[in-house]
T-cell receptor, first 109, second 116 residues
Framework: GQNIDQPTEMTATEGAIVQINCTYQ??????LFWYQQHAGEAPTFLSY????GLEEKGRFSSFLSRSKGYSYLLLKELQMKDSASYLC??????????FGGGTRLMVKP | DADVTQTPRNRITKTGKRIMLECSQT?????MYWYRQDPGLGLRLIYY???????NKGEISDGYSVSRQAQAKFSLSLESAIPNQTALYFC???????????????FGPGTRLLVL
């Protein structure tokens, strides 16, 4: 089975940097996704990591350590529109996704 | 135009009623999925289909059934709705195979279902 943990809520200030952590335990690992979901809307793809290291994409970066079962999503130069839930999802050996409960990020002025 | 569409967007029904949620996609993807989302529980997989002749149960399939009418259409049915099936339902699609993006799933806008 799989177990994915991420904080329930975080608060940060506009213009700052925030790191959202995700730890996982899985019987088979085939990659990790981060999705952004605004309230009442569909999740949208942010990043994918399958190898250890940092993937940077504009203001967003995602890091993976397979040996530690750990990932983080780093958001720089926070904007009010970044207020959303951030979902960590692990892909197993059968290519199916298991989602964490999501981290609700509130960006304050 | 949206690549993945869901109908209806909102639905209120009564306990015991049969309802169907529909999903259509124009992305040309072979793989389609149905998830439900409840506060604090994240997205949980109900059923998935890797092609028209393939149907598989997910984590929480009890009380649900699906039909893959065509590559582009995947319907979810609640045979006899109950209040604890009140949730936000999402359809998703992905392309088969590995590669850059790792078979990213793309989600529809969701159907908000309330069972009274």
């Amino acid at each position: 089975g799989q177990n994915i943990d991420q904080p329930t809520e975080m608060t940060a200030t506009e213009g700052a940097i925030v790191q959202i952590n995700c730890t996982y335990q899985t019987s088979g690992f085939n990659g990790l996704f981060w999705y952004q979901q605004h309230a009442g809307e569909a999740p949208t793809f942010l990043s994918y990591n399958v190898l250890d290291g940092l993937e940077e994409k504009g203001r967003f970066s995602s890091f993976l350590s397979r040996s530690k079962g750990y990932s983080y999503l780093l958001l720089k130069e926070l904007q009010m529109k970044d207020s959303a839930s951030y979902l960590c999802a692990v892909k197993n050996a059968g290519n199916m996704l298991t989602f964490g409960g999501g981290t609700r990020l509130m960006v304050k002025p | 135009d949206a690549d993945v569409t869901q109908t209806p967007r909102n639905r209120i029904t009564k306990t015991g009623k049969r309802i169907m949620l529909e999903c259509s996609q124009t992305k040309g993807h072979d793989r389609m999925y149905w998830y439900r989302q409840d506060p604090g529980l994240g997205l949980r997989l109900i059923y998935y289909s890797f092609d028209v002749k393939d149907i598989n149960k997910g984590e929480i399939s009890d009380g649900y059934s699906v039909s893959r009418q065509a590559q582009a259409k995947f319907s979810l049915s609640l045979e006899s709705a109950i209040p604890n099936q009140t949730a936000l339902y999402f359809c998703a699609t992905s392309a088969a195979g590995l590669g850059q993006g790792g078979e990213t799933q793309y989600f529809g806008p969701g159907t908000r279902l309330l069972v009274l």
